[in-house]
């Protein structure tokens, strides 16, 4: 015989049912737990119960984990490493180099809130006096960095941070445009400035000028050229570095060829004083002018023109360039997590890692091996870069001198720009070197 249930007995015994469920689970739970409590067998634990977990807390400019730590890094103990990145504009919805800086300082002097931090060059000289950093010079890998970029990161006998690229800056030429008028990519200072004027005779902007390093390139180009071509470089600039020999000894044939390009209306000087270097990116992509000083992996990919890319030709007798070690992590001396800081941080400086991160951004590696293979970087920059693997530039900061290049020389130059006589500004460097080795001495 068959009993249809009513609707309240259906309702008791889905409760029932679920009841049971429910102590049947809790009994399975609690027999796992004394399997795992006495007397496990092996493998009883999963693998992962085991392994120790540490996060470095990196503050950069950027984020660059998918392209510079993608992979898990091992500590020796088993450790596994981790990288959380923040950047300024994580903070500000801003970002930019002061806003990132203010947060920088503002978080190291709160102690051990960040492992990791890019380090500018600007900074280095108050950060070391100021104990900010951590000294990398025994840290497995900087004896792989090149001579030139380990230049760029090193001050006071101190290895200040770990470069993850290799930055050169050079000029960028309208292949077209000069095709048009009959003219070929120039190779020194004197093909240099005769291509310009062809130019602009024909109604053309030869060179697009910013605010930024559009002066300052060419200017250090010309003015340091022979100091770091020489020989007995390192015992000049030691005394460039005491005073002895005052700093317009070289640089003042910088400012005179600023001063020249000025004269002689190779660039603008509205622009010269107003724009910025993205500014002049975006007109050289227009097809705005025939020249542009950039750095490797500038953002031209939106012209529609052939293009090469040279060193700064502004030499007698050729071209040189203009570089930096880039991306420099250093290592904050109050990390609680310092020695998986260290750890890490050979890890990214391996040669292997640092090629593949250069090949992954595009640009150029800070490993001393000339026989890297860029072949990932179009052909039109292939000049520009044997000119720079081939040593012997010009860094964007040399810090064994004691006081600032890159900053002081820029704001030079754009006095210049505005009217000041390239005399003026040899003496008026003279004065901020003196100062400057008496305030970082």
């Known amino acids: 015989m068959v009993v249809k249930l009513g609707k309240?007995?259906?309702k008791m015994e889905r409760r029932t049912k679920r009841k049971l469920g429910q102590i049947l689970l809790a009994i399975l739970?609690?027999?796992?737990l004394l399997a795992v409590g006495c007397g496990k067998k092996e493998g009883a634990v999963k693998e992962y119960e085991n392994v120790k977990e540490v996060t470095l807390r990196f503050f950069g400019t950027e984020i660059l984990n998918s392209k510079v730590w993608n992979e898990q890094i091992q500590a020796k103990d088993g450790t596994q490493i981790k990288i959380l990145e923040t950047t300024a504009e994580y903070y500000t919805k801003t970002g930019g180099d002061e806003a990132y800086r203010n947060y920088l300082v503002e978080r190291l002097d709160k102690g051990n809130e960040i492992d990791w931090f890019s380090i500018f060059a600007e900074d280095v000289f108050c950060f070391t006096e100021e104990e900010r950093y951590l000294d990398l010079s025994d840290l497995k890998g900087v004896e792989n960095l090149s001579e030139d970029a380990l230049r760029g990161c090193s001050y006071d006998g101190k290895v200040f941070g770990i470069p993850l690229i290799y930055v050169g800056y050079g000029f960028y030429w309208n292949q077209d445009m000069l095709d048009s008028c009959g003219l070929e990519v120039p190779s020194n200072l004197e093909e240099f400035l005769s291509v310009c004027r062809t130019?602009?005779?024909?109604?053309?902007?030869?060179?697009?000028g910013n605010k930024g390093y559009s002066m300052t390139v060419p200017a250090m180009a010309a003015g340091f050229a022979q100091l770091y071509a020489s020989e007995d470089k390192d015992e000049q600039i030691a005394k460039l570095a005491d005073g002895t020999t005052p700093v317009s000894t070289y640089m003042k044939k910088g400012f005179e060829l600023v001063e020249r390009m000025r004269d002689e209306g190779i660039f603008?000087?509205?622009?010269?004083q107003n724009k910025v270097p993205n500014d002049s990116i975006q007109d050289f992509a227009e097809g705005k002018g025939a020249c542009f000083c950039g750095y490797l992996g500038a953002d031209v990919e939106k012209a529609d023109f052939k293009m090469v890319m040279t060193g700064v030709t502004v030499l007698e007798d050729g071209a040189v360039t203009i570089v930096t070690p880039d991306r420099r992590v250093a290592i904050n001396p109050k990390s609680e997590?310092?020695?998986?800081?260290?750890?890490a941080l050979e890890y990214v400086a391996d040669p292997k890692h640092l090629q593949s991160v250069a090949r992954e951004l595009g640009t150029l590696c800070a490993v001393d091996d000339?026989?890297?293979?860029?072949?990932y970087i179009g052909e039109e920059k292939q000049e520009f870069i044997r000119l720079v693997s081939s040593g012997n530039q010009i860094p964007v900061q040399d810090f064994s001198m004691g006081f600032n290049t890159w900053i002081d020389i820029r704001d030079l130059c754009r006095e210049i720009v505005k009217g000041k006589s390239a005399e003026w500004a040899a003496q008026e460097y003279d004065r901020m070197q003196k100062e400057e080795i008496l305030q970082w001495k």
């Open 8 to 10: 309240g007995q259906k």
């Open 29 to 32: 739970f609690t027999v796992s």
């Open 199 to 208: 130019l602009k005779e024909k109604g053309y902007t030869p060179y697009l």
């Open 268 to 272: 603008d000087i509205e622009e010269a």
């Open 337 to 343: 997590n310092l020695e998986y800081a260290r750890e």
């Open 370 to 375: 000339k026989n890297i293979d860029y072949s």
